[in-house]
């Protein structure tokens, strides 16, 4: 799922900052221990000296420390030289105490030493040291909280300044969402004091002048070549109706003219029908209006009556109510005659149609004796579900092209009661 920038560099600010405080936290917690247990360790090694001195100035005060009291000190006699330590051992041991009935951490160093008359003594002293876990919980809270100071403060200028600086990105973004292929003019570009946006803003505006060039380009190639190759198509028409009319033809020279005027009336039906398509394609039906589908049903009927009693064709309509929308009229009618125009031509005979109309929805049904078609291509270009050579399968893509310009609109195609089934239906 995408996010939008300003939020992808917030996530990004939140855990980095958070990864960086949690380093950062450890580190501090690691150096300040430290710091902590060397202050100590100085402050023993200093009292081991004083403890030292004034038992050679009063050495009856051996015999006052043989149990920890008031000093936190015990001075007891060695009786193997040997064992006396010649250097400081610290330690970190808990020791229970009776005054807050718990146990407290405490530093201990334990050496000895020599008294006046060469009598080695062991010495041990103890101190009172920070409580590890109050010291950690103390440090979490804190960082917690400078931690939310921080990222509410930075979500809050971002809020503000990413939005301020962000602006004419978002409105380069907007202006391309209503831009129309086409239409050079329906992008407005935005002016900004910031070198990238400009940059951007320049490149799309040329990116689109000279998109829009090209198409200019090609949609008057397409209607000029569509144009030209009507006139030799309808002249070879013309030429061969003549060439039918000679007395003289074998049959199977005849045949061979017929076939050769279907083809040409295959070319000329491709030929509008691609000019269609590459006029749908080109907006070239931009305009909108409030359009009544039945009355354009109705004006359909009337073009296709002839070929409707030829056929033998049994036309039923049901109207519930008018389908009504905003659109293109020439799209809905090229719409309609492409779906009524399919109804005729694949309808068996005598066959029936069956039109029903409603207020979000429109079908067009028709007998048929080829079953059920490809839902999954019967509106591609050139699928022909029932391989008439007549057809140049481009009617119902036709049909799905104009659908898809309006996103309100839809298709649906089934099967059933061996009648083939096109219903148009308002998206709710």
């Not at 003549?242 to 050769?260: C, P, Q, T």
């Not at 719409?335 to 031509?345: C, F, G, Q, Y």
């Amino acid at each position: 799922m995408a996010i939008s920038i300003k939020n992808y560099t917030n996530r990004f600010i939140v855990v980095t900052i958070l990864i960086v405080m949690a380093l950062w936290a450890a580190m501090f917690y690691a150096v300040i221990m430290e710091e902590v247990y060397d202050n100590i360790d100085d402050g023993l090694k200093n009292q081991k000296i004083l403890i030292i001195r004034e038992v050679y100035r009063k050495p009856e005060l051996i015999a006052e420390s043989t149990e920890f009291g008031v000093n936190q000190f015990v001075i007891r006699p060695v009786e193997n030289a040997t064992e006396v330590l010649d250097e400081n051992v610290f330690s970190k041991e808990l020791i229970y105490m009776p005054y807050d009935k718990e146990e407290e951490p405490y530093r201990i160093l334990r050496t000895g030493f020599y008294d006046a008359t060469g009598k080695p003594y062991y010495l041990e002293i103890r101190t009172s040291t920070v409580e590890e876990d109050d010291f950690l919980m103390d440090l979490a809270i804190s960082l917690l909280a400078l931690y939310s100071v921080i990222v509410l403060s930075i979500l809050f200028i971002n809020y503000f300044m990413m939005g301020h600086a962000w602006k004419p990105f978002n409105q380069i973004l907007k202006n391309l969402s209503q831009y129309r292929f086409g239409k050079a003019d329906s992008f407005v570009a935005v002016d900004s004091q910031v070198r990238e946006f400009k940059d951007l803003n320049n490149h799309i505006s040329d990116m689109i002048q000279q998109n829009e060039k090209v198409f200019d380009s090609q949609k008057r190639f397409l209607e000029n070549a569509a144009h030209e190759l009507q006139t030799p198509l309808a002249v070879s028409i013309n030429k061969l109706e003549f060439v039918l009319e000679n007395a003289s033809l074998s049959e199977e020279d005849m045949i061979r003219v017929v076939e050769a005027k279907r083809s040409l009336q295959r070319m000329v039906s491709l030929n509008k029908s691609l000019l269609t398509l590459s006029r749908i394609n080109n907006q070239q039906y931009a305009s909108q209006e409030e359009v009544h589908m039945q009355a354009i049903v109705d004006h359909a009927l009337t073009d296709y009556e002839d070929l409707i009693a030829y056929k033998d064709i049994q036309v039923d309509q049901e109207i519930v109510s008018d389908f009504v929308l905003m659109a293109n009229r020439d799209l809905m009618q090229i719409l309609v005659s492409n779906l009524l125009s399919n109804a005729v031509k694949y309808n068996t005979q005598p066959g029936k149609i069956r039109i029903t109309m409603r207020a979000d929805s429109f079908t067009i049904a028709n007998t048929s004796a080829d079953g059920a078609l490809n839902p999954n291509y019967i509106f591609e270009r050139f699928y022909k579900g029932s391989q008439d050579h007549n057809s140049n399968g481009l009617g119902l893509s036709i049909v799905q092209t104009i659908l898809d310009k309006y996103s309100f609109l839809v298709i649906e195609y089934r099967y059933e009661n061996n009648m083939q089934v096109f219903e148009v239906k308002k998206l709710m």
